[in-house]
């Protein structure tokens, strides 16, 4: 059993990476747009405008985000069999580093351009996935009258969405950037 819970959340495993700038990425930045949205959100949109389940903010960005997984899906299949030998050189240093689990032992294995690009682009398709679910619910939940509990709730559920949402679109440029630029970066064989 905790080998089928260690394989399910494994797309999760991109979060992992220890590398000196990935922080800035997955965290900060999203952070830092989570505020800058909500507290644009509380003094222009307000709660209804945020929350609104037919033309909320929320509810159009959601619609946008359902169709992601496929494009996805499709950028980590061609990544997957990309036709380039430096695609499975390791990228140089600081080169990125994961735990692995191998034969029931962790190992840190130091990426190549090809397994830090399917990493992400597994997570993407994953995050957007739970984030469509995440919303789906959230907005069942925000239905009917709404109390002072439900407002609060509701302004903590944007900030949640929000954070994960500018994740999903840091990481997305991360990943454009790194397939249109830097993936063309001569390695220097090993």
Known sequence: ??????????????????HESKQVYDWYLPIILMIGTIVF???????EGLINTDDGLIAQLTSFISNLPGFYIAALAAIATFNRKDMDLRIPEPTPTIENLIRGKKQIIKLTRRRLLCSLFAFLT??????????RFFQSSSLGSI???????????SCVYFLFFWQLVVSTLYGLFYMGDKMYDPIQGE
């Open 126 to 135: 994953t995050e957007s996935i739970f984030l469509v679910i995440f919303t």
């Open 41 to 47: 959100s509380f003094n222009f949109i307000g709660l």
């Open 1 to 18: 059993m905790k080998y089928i819970i260690f394989q399910l959340v494994r797309p999760f495993s991109y979060l992992r990476i220890d």
């Open 147 to 157: 109390t002072f509990f439900d407002i609060e709730l509701s302004w903590y559920g």
